[in-house]
């Protein structure tokens, strides 16, 4: 069993930029048990989008996610955005519109952009207890509308404890969120599960914590990222922004420096359960 979901927040922790819009329907009506990406059709910051949602008369999404990767809020997680052309999937699911890096036919994105969606995906399933993030093919045979997907989705065995995928495209006659995105969604699925699954814990033996080594360290940099694994390749948690405290670093294991090469450095897992840091960014004290 999962722990018990909770009740909907206002925001993810990872949102950078607020600018709130009327489009919505005050508050949902129904669990958040759905998760809908979206592409917004151009290429766009978030502060971009979050004015076109905040202009717009009629449309909106919960999140949007720039070109670059930056997250921001237009609908909170309390309320129902109107996005995928249906109430009944909006009134389930977070809804996240991402900028695209080209145009048709194939609407690509960003792999900022996609590192975003991963991380705020797994940041969802943390909050509100999902194991793991489930998305069905739809065969060509059902029919695009509201009717006909929501009663193909009754049918499926989605695990009570699994946060579905659903497609615009699956209640619209539209390409959204484009042929590039639909295409890497297995993978960008069995990244997400990934990083859920890695932040689980296994806890170890009393004796084998007594033996650890702790290592003290402060912050050597302005801004240093905190990320859920040993590398660039996982998801940021937080920023330890002008950072003074004296830091506990109960494990290092060796991790990618960067996304453009392969160079391994050493990383430090934080005592606090935050995540883990690059050492180099590190002095000891």
């Known amino acids: 069993m999962g722990k018990e979901k909770k009740m909907s927040r206002a925001k993810s922790g990872l949102t950078k930029v607020v600018k709130l819009t009327d489009n919505c329907t005050k508050p949902r009506n129904a669990k958040i048990s759905r998760i809908t990406p979206h592409c917004i059709a151009g290429k766009m910051t978030a502060e971009a989008a979050l004015t076109f949602f905040k202009n717009s008369t009629n449309s909106s999404a919960n999140y949007v996610i720039g070109h670059g990767g930056k997250i921001g809020l237009s609908v909170r997680e309390t309320d129902r955005a109107w996005t995928t052309s249906s109430g009944k999937n909006d009134n389930k699911a977070i809804t996240v519109e991402i900028s695209n890096s080209a145009g048709a036919p194939n609407w690509p994105m960003s792999e900022e952009a996609v590192d975003a969606f991963v991380a705020l995906t797994v940041d ?11 998305y069905y093919e739809k065969p060509m045979t059902i029919a695009i509308g509201e009717e006909a ?19 615009h ?62 590398g660039v390749d996982y998801p940021i948690t937080k920023v330890l922004k002008n950072d003074k405290e004296v830091r506990t670093i109960v494990d290092k294991k060796k991790g990618l ?5 392969k160079n391994m450095i050493e990383w430090g897992e934080l005592k ?4 883990w840091i690059a050492m ?6």
């Open 280 to 285: 180099k960014h590190t002095k000891k004290v």
């Open 124 to 134: 969802i399933c943390e909050y509100y207890g999902f194991k793991k993030v489930v």
């Open 169 to 230: 495209r699956w209640y619209k006659n539209k390409a959204c969120p484009g042929k590039w995105f639909v295409k890497r969604l297995p993978e960008v699925v069995s990244r997400i599960n990934k990083e859920i699954k890695s932040t689980k814990k296994e806890e170890k033996p009393a004796t084998e914590k007594a033996q650890s080594s702790e290592t003290k360290v402060i912050v050597t940099v302005s801004a240093l990222n905190v990320r859920k694994g040993p």
């Open 257 to 261: 420096a960067s996304r453009s090469s």
């Open 149 to 167: 997907t929501e009663k193909w989705i009754t049918s499926l065995d989605v695990p009570k404890d699994a946060l579905l995928v659903t497609l």
């Open 272 to 275: 606090s359960g935050a995540g």
